[in-house]
C-alpha cells in the first residue's frame, strides 16, 4: 500500500522502488540483426550527472527552499529573501544557476518553476520525507515486524513514535493506555494482551461507552488463563454486552490495535521486551490495520467462560 506524501504527493516507498525495466511495456523487439554489446557507460554518465545535481541541491538549504518555493508558484525576488532569509546576493546566484539548469524561468518580472523544476522540486522533497521517516525508525527498525506490515514503511512518515526511557520504561504502553482511555471503539489483534490493558478495557466496557473486539493468540489467553487473578478479569470483560474476544490457534504475529481512526503497535524484540510504540491515523496504514484485523479475527474461534473456567462456579 502507498500513501499519501506531505503536500499530497505520493510517497516515494522505503520498501523499494519500481524495477526499471517493469516500468515500460516495450513488447516484443524484432530481430535486426547481430545483437551489439551492452556498455553500462552511457548509463553510468547518467547516473554521475544526477548526483552532481542531487549534491548541487543538498549543498545549500537556500537553494532547496528557493526551488521549492517557486514550485507552488511564481514569487518575486523580494517574496523569495522574505520567505527563505537569503541575501539578494546569494538569491542571485541561486537563480542563475536555476535558470542555467532550465529549473526555472523569468516571467513578468517574476520567476517560477519550469515543469523540470516542478519535477525536481517534487522528487527532492520526497527523498528528504523519505530520510526524515527513516531517521525517526532507524533505531527501532530491526524489531519492526516488518513481515506483518504490508504497508510502505513512507506512510509513517508523521506516525508519533514513544520509546521507554530511564524513568519512563513503560513509556510505549503508556501510549496505548492513554489512547484507549477516550475511545468509543477498540480493537485489537495480537500475540499479547496485557495486564494494563486488560484492566480498562473489562473496566471501561463493564462501565459502558466502549465497544471492544479483540483476536489473540492462543498463547496470549493461556498466559492470562494460568494467572487467577487475570482469568478472573478475562472473564469480566467476557460477561461485557459490548464486548467479544476471539483466539486463534496460528500465531499472531504483531501486536496491533485500532482505537477509533489510529492503528497503534506495541514493538517489542525477539526476547519480549518493549522497544517502542508506534501511533498514526495515516489512511493506508488504517486499512491495512481493518485487513489484518478482518482476517485474524475470521481465523479464530470465539472465548466463552466454559474455555476459562470450565465446571468453576
Known amino acids: 500500500m ?52 542531487v549534491e ?10 528557493v526551488l521549492q518555493s517557486l514550485a507552488a508558484g511564481a514569487r518575486s525576488r523580494s517574496d523569495l529573501a522574505a520567505e527563505t532569509d537569503a541575501s539578494q546576493a546569494t538569491l542571485g546566484r541561486i537563480l542563475a544557476d536555476f535558470e542555467e539548469r532550465s529549473w526555472v524561468r523569468r516571467v513578468d518580472g517574476k520567476y517560477e518553476a519550469t ?27 530491526e524489531f519492526l515486524p516488518t513481515g506483518a506490515m504490508d504497508f510502505d514503511l513512507a506512510c509513517l512518515a508523521d506516525a508519533t513514535i514513544t520509546v521507554p526511557t530511564q524513568t519512563r520504561p513503560n513509556a510505549p504502553l503508556q501510549r496505548l493506555l492513554a489512547l484507549e482511555r477516550d475511545a468509543g471503539e477498540v ?9 494494563q490493558t486488560l484492566g480498562l478495557m473489562a473496566d471501561r466496557t463493564d462501565e459502558g461507552g466502549l465497544d471492544f473486539s479483540g ?78 484485523f478482518e482476517r485474524y479475527w475470521e481465523t479464530s474461534d470465539p472465548l466463552g467462560r466454559d474455555d476459562l473456567f470450565g465446571d468453576e462456579t
Open 56 to 65: 548541487f541541491l543538498a549543498l545549500s538549504p537556500n537553494r532547496v527552499a
Open 115 to 141: 515543469a523540470t523544476g516542478e519535477l525536481v522540486a517534487g522528487a527532492f522533497s520526497d527523498l528528504l520525507d523519505v530520510l526524515e521517516t527513516e531517521r525517526k525508525l532507524r533505531d527501532i527498525v
Open 215 to 292: 483476536v489473540f493468540s492462543r498463547s496470549a489467553i493461556d498466559a492470562l488463563a494460568s494467572e487467577p487473578t487475570l482469568r478472573r478479569r478475562l472473564g469480566t470483560l467476557l460477561d461485557a454486552a459490548d464486548a467479544t474476544v476471539r483466539v486463534r490457534d496460528d500465531e499472531i504475529p504483531i501486536a496491533g490495535t485500532i482505537v477509533d481512526d489510529t492503528v497503534h503497535l506495541l514493538v517489542r524484540d525477539d526476547s519480549g521486551v518493549l522497544r517502542a510504540s508506534v501511533d498514526t491515523d495515516d489512511p493506508a496504514v488504517f486499512e491495512w490495520a481493518e485487513t489484518a
Open 2 to 53: 502507498l500513501c499519501a506524501g506531505k503536500g499530497g504527493r505520493t510517497a516515494v516507498g522505503l520498501h523499494g522502488v519500481k524495477p526499471f525495466h517493469d516500468a515500460f511495456d516495450r513488447g516484443p523487439v524484432a530481430a535486426s540483426g547481430p545483437r551489439k554489446r551492452f556498455s553500462p557507460t552511457p548509463v553510468r554518465k547518467g547516473m554521475d550527472a544526477a548526483l552532481d545535481d
Open 187 to 195: 480493537r485489537a489483534f495480537s500475540h499479547a494482551f496485557n495486564e
